[in-house]
């Protein structure tokens, strides 16, 4: 547990719905605020996605006759209750003005374009960095990671968000340890969660941390959320980093993309790009944030994961094809990159749809 917040440590138990429940005991001024940002360009399902579990959290203590753990807030510009149609009794409203330091903010993710839209509400990066700075620590869902970025919250940390924002997060925050892999971080009291519904998994979190190991174990069976999950490496697509002026490097990129099915060496490609291999991988590394082994690697991988897409049965033809010769090896490098191995990766995408056959939708989405 967490030593940014102190409480009063006692046990009683609550049977509900036939479930033995321990509590930390809280005084009322224990409760944690916690701001939930709204504004016009954010993915509602985020805020309401939080708001909604720790509102059932609030509720469980509540008809337990326990002191309330949270003071929700949602928290804009303006004054936040004009975004909901019907107001939550457990939810307060306010706006950045009149909100007195919160323990905790919450930043939903948001539509849009990732460089304009975190300008656009420069007020709200603006109040978080204020408030962050006086002591209250922040939480980004998904995208939010843009706004604590921007905010300058996350130089020198390590965050993550939805993995299709890794490169333009590596090219634009370069002081940021991205890490893509990774559902939850967890840095200092700045909090970052993966991917769209992934971010319920930070609340989850949050939950156990600031309530004790017995509420958030209940919050994950009642809202059906794997306690302690820790990657979303194998929900990834790599689409390599093209945005760079380093034409050598984007040509050498070109090379290993259409040439994966070889034995690529580094020599052979430093070559192929007219460079020293010194100078070719400090480049190859400043350009796309992976060695160029590394990259071979994730082409390779990635080229096999579709072939498992579509559910082909062979995998030790498929691994020859990738330009691999040890079994053991091609695991490994597989389950590094995806979490999984092979055989778990199939039975858990193979069930394709026929009519997408040959459309690149990740290509469609950018």
Known sequence: MSNLFHVKQARCA???????????????????????????????STVSGAMDMLIHTNRLFHESGKPLPF????????????YLHHPEPYVGYSNI???????????????GDRGAIPQKHQMLINW?????????????????????????????????????DKDDITSRYPAVNFLSDLVITDDCGIY????????????????????????????????????DRNSQAHFAVFKGQHQHNDDNILKAQHY??????????????????????????????????????????RVKIEAVKKELEKGSPNINLLMYDAGYNDIKTFREVFKKITGLTPQDYRKKYSRGTPELEGMDIYQTLN
Not at 137 to 164: D, I, M, P
Not at 273 to 285: Q, Y
């Open 14 to 44: 609550v049977f509900k719905r036939g479930i033995v429940l321990h509590f930390k005991i809280h005084d009322d001024k224990d409760m944690k605020e916690i701001a939930i940002l709204v504004h016009e360009d954010a993915v509602f």
């Open 71 to 82: 003071k929700i807030m949602l928290v804009g510009e303006k004054s936040s209750n004009e």
């Open 97 to 111: 003005a009149n909100m007195k330091k919160p323990g905790l903010i919450i930043v939903p993710a948001f539509y």
């Open 128 to 164: 978080i960095n204020r408030m962050n700075k006086s002591g209250t620590e922040v939480a980004s869902l998904c995208s939010g990671s843009y706004f604590l970025a921007e905010a300058g919250l996350l130089n020198g940390k390590s965050c993550t968000a939805h993995w299709f």
């Open 192 to 227: 970052t969660s993966g991917g769209a519904f992934s971010s319920l998994n930070l609340v989850l979190y949050l939950i156990d941390k600031f309530c004790g190991r017995e509420v958030g174990i209940w919050a994950s069976k009642m809202f059906s959320l794997d306690m």
């Open 256 to 297: 290993i993309e259409q040439n994966h099915q070889q034995q690529l060496n580094i020599d052979q490609i430093a070559e192929y790009a007219n460079m020293s291999k010194r100078n070719f991988i400090r480049r190859f590394k400043k350009a796309t944030q992976n060695t160029p082994f590394e990259y071979v690697q």
